[in-house]
């Protein structure tokens, strides 16, 4: 063989696999945590191992549409994973735990869905006593129907209710105003001289007296980033996936009625007096930190905080009652 | 303008003998080949930031397009990795010549293949899949895979690049387009040819192989089958292989009178308007038609783009011919005619591919930082956005495409109508009223 058809054929080779080497090797050397929409797989992986006090580096990024990264009960910005992009983020546990990471973008019908867990291992620095939810110290049955019985013809207002209240020295303590539903309050007042009108004006000011204008803003915040793609901006449950939840059939939206019986159940309507005044913020708290069960509602309680629940539960009680003028 | 014969030169001819140059361009391209196959398959499956997607559907083509073929016709042929491992496996070697014995099966391709109607197919087997080929990753890494082991494939079955002749889908457009190509290669002097012994330069030699693409150089008149291998400038012993500079589509004054290449000249005209419409215009059924591959819509889209490129294109076309009451056959004026429709459907695809590279080529920037998605910034582009360029130029670069190509046709129809002595109008008129069309797609 000739020394150039043998140079020739070792440059081939060399460059062939090269060629072929070169990228297989970056490809096994890259760790990259893929984001899809979750009908396409949602995170991979979806399972991530940390230690306590280590930095934890991950990198991200898009393989389809915008999603965003964030790690539930974190004080952390979400941090925006882009189609093609990589994107960077350290984090670091002071506790052992599983953490849940999530979606933060509304990227598809099941976005939902869209969810990871962080195991983090090692000791406890300070261990905090778990105590149960407020629903479930109070044994409340979240499934069962706790609809008013008697709802008003318009949006109760707080304003016209607080110079009510105050005629009538009628006030609710914070314990109350987490066990109670609006509906079972105006219930307490029938023995006031007030009309049904100004009895659940009196009760929106009361809702309005345990919150705060930062909680509601927060709320206001948190449910339109997490919850007005399904329950509609103005909670109508209307929002922009509403309907392609209903048409995506029993796989997407379901509710038990009975053991094999499945029902399409669409988005609950906050602005439904019946079903809204009926509820307890305890109650809606386990509705929260639960979810659906079987719906298309998911869990929130490994995201959100306690504070950032009731700071929705807050906000949530705006699309029943008039707070401003 | 008189032809000007390139390898009188002796740098270039030099250049053109050797095989070194030639082999240097072959490595890079087949190590880009591998790489954009690998990169389909492993790389970011967001087609705007991965190397198969950006660099073999926006920067190739644009070469390809705007480039190569109208100004060298098949000299991206004489480049293109794909035959090489066949070739090599065939041959036995990458720079000497081929042993006496052939290594592999070396038949010869079945007559009722030697034309380019399985080019056609492949093309169009193509075309029906490019809303999804040109935006997946992994079909185009899958794609192009294929292409590399079928060109293995045939090599080790039959002889010679029966791949590039018969069934690359590129090379059938190529090919057709090539005899508007300013760049041609032919013999000197045909006596020359008709003497030489052995006919090395189809046969072979010691100096080299025989023509790859199954062509004799001594009847050689048109570009469409000639791949510019510089084979035969190689193994003639008697120096009468040339480069030529000439005019453009000198090819196009002697009109084919094969069916193949003119229902090759129809479907790509009819592919330039669909993919115009599908991949630039503003109907958003029929993007998600041409991409959802499998559905009903799809099978829909597959029947109107199938009618439009073998009915509704041909069929006008043959009523125009019908109104010319030649005395020569349809067929014979069908085929010579269509020579016509070679230069409208080249500015076409020019009109076309301007609008789609000038709008992505931002893109090449980007991928080339990062070429696999995984976060690099090679040469710190890899965040440039995404952002049309030139777009001042756009509009009147495709006016004067297609306004160019509308003359263009319009003359070579007069010159192919004077041979078999009927009249142009009808395909001066057909040609106008598909440049309208074009214009409303695209403008």
């Known amino acids: 063989m000739k020394r150039s058809e043998l140079l020739s054929r070792i440059i081939v080779t060399v460059a062939i696999v090269g060629a072929i080497g070169a990228p297989l090797y970056f490809w096994s050397r890259t760790p990259l945590i893929h984001a899809r929409m979750a009908e396409n797989g949602g995170w991979s992986p979806d399972v991530i191992q940390a230690e306590v006090g280590q930095p934890l580096h991950l990198r991200f990024t898009s393989d389809d549409v915008v999603h965003g990264f964030a790690v539930g009960q974190m004080d952390m910005p979400s941090v925006d994973v882009l189609p093609g992009k990589v994107a960077d983020i350290s984090l670091t546990f002071d506790e052992p735990g599983i953490y849940t990471f999530y979606c933060t973008r509304w990227c598809g019908l099941n976005h939902w869905r869209m969810r990871g867990t962080i195991e983090v291992a090692g000791a406890s620095t300070s261990p905090k006593p778990v105590s149960p939810p407020l629903y479930v110290s109070l044994n409340l049955d979240i499934d069962a129907p706790h609809d008013a019985l008697f709802i008003p013809d318009g949006k109760p207002s707080a304003v016209n209710g607080q110079s009510l209240a105050m005629s009538s020295s009628i006030s609710l303590s914070q314990e109350d105003y987490f066990t109670q539903s609006p509906y079972q309050v105006f219930d307490e007042l029938k023995g006031t001289s007030l009309t049904d009108e100004q009895r659940w004006d009196a009760v929106a000011y009361l809702w309005q007296s345990n919150t705060t204008p930062e909680s509601l803003a927060n709320g206001k915040q948190l449910y339109a980033q997490n919850c007005a793609a399904c329950h509609g901006e103005n909670g109508a449950g209307d929002g922009v996936f509403a309907n392609d939840l209903n048409e995506a059939g029993e796989a997407s939206m379901q509710t038990m009625t009975g053991a094999h019986d499945m029902v399409m159940q669409t988005p609950v309507d906050f602005t439904d007096p019946t079903r809204m005044l009926g509820a307890s913020p305890a109650l809606l708290q386990g509705k929260i930190l639960r979810g659906g069960m079987g719906t298309g509602m998911p869990m929130w309680g490994v995201i959100f905080t306690e504070e950032q629940i009731w700071d929705l539960i807050a906000y949530i009680y705006s699309f029943q009652f008039e707070y401003t003028k | ?443």
Not at chain 2, 120 to 148: D, E, K, Q, Y
Not at chain 2, 173 to 183: E, H, K, M
Not at chain 2, 355 to 370: E, K, P, Q
């Open chain 2, 1 to 443: 303008m008189a032809k000007i014969e390139l390898t009188r030169s002796p740098f270039i001819k030099n250049a053109l003998k050797s095989r070194y140059p030639q082999l240097a361009v072959f490595i890079i391209m087949l190590v880009g080949y591998i790489f954009a196959i690998l990169a389909g398959l492993i790389g970011t499956p967001v087609g705007s930031h991965n190397f198969s997607i950006v660099f073999v559907w926006i920067a190739w083509w644009a070469v390809l397009i705007l480039v190569a073929v109208p100004f060298f016709g098949r000299g991206w042929c004489a480049v293109c990795p794909i035959p090489l491992p066949g070739e090599w496996l065939q041959r036995g070697a990458i720079l000497s010549p081929p042993g006496k014995r052939p290594k592999w099966l070396n038949l010869r391709v079945p007559k009722m293949f030697r034309n380019i109607w399985m080019q056609n197919i492949s093309f169009l087997l193509l075309a029906l899949f490019s809303s999804v080929l040109l935006t997946t990753p992994n079909i185009t890494g899958i794609v192009l895979a294929a292409m590399l082991f079928a060109a293995i494939g045939l090599s080790t079955i039959f002889e010679r690049c029966a791949f590039c002749r018969y069934l690359c889908p590129v090379g059938g457009f190529i090919g057709l387009y090539s005899q508007t190509a300013p760049i041609e290669l032919r013999i000197k002097d045909k006596q020359v040819c008709v003497q030489c012994e052995g006919k090395p330069c189809y046969n072979g030699s010691e100096l080299g192989y025989g023509c790859p693409w199954d062509v004799f150089p001594g009847g050689l008149s048109k570009n469409t089958y000639c791949g510019l291998c510089m084979e035969c400038i190689r193994t003639c012993p008697h120096d009468n292989i040339a480069v030529n500079l000439r005019p453009f589509s000198a090819d196009l004054a002697k009109p084919s009178t094969r069916i193949d290449e003119a229902f090759k000249a129809f479907i790509m005209l009819g592919s330039a308007m669909i993919y115009a419409g599908v991949l630039l215009g503003p109907w958003g059924a029929f993007k998600d038609a041409a991409y959802n591959v499998g559905t009903s819509a799809w099978f829909m889209y597959v029947i109107i783009f199938l009618a439009i490129i073998f009915g509704i294109l041909p069929g006008f076309f043959t009523l125009g011919i019908l109104k010319t009451k030649s005395r020569l056959p349809v067929k014979h004026c069908f085929a010579s005619l269509a020579t016509a429709l070679i230069p409208l459907g080249l500015m076409f695809w020019v009109a076309f591919s301007l609008s789609f590279v000038l709008t992505n080529a931002s893109y090449i920037v980007a991928a080339l930082s990062d070429p696999l998605g995984f976060g690099w910034n090679l040469f710190g582009t890899t965040n440039t956005a995404w952002q049309p360029m030139l777009t001042s130029i756009l509009a009147p670069g495709q006016t004067l495409a297609l306004v160019g190509g509308l003359i263009w046709s319009a003359r070579t129809a007069q010159k192919a109508s004077s041979e078999i002595n009927i009249s142009s109008i009808p395909t001066i008129v057909y040609s106008f009223i598909l440049t309208l069309v074009m214009f409303w797609l695209l403008l």
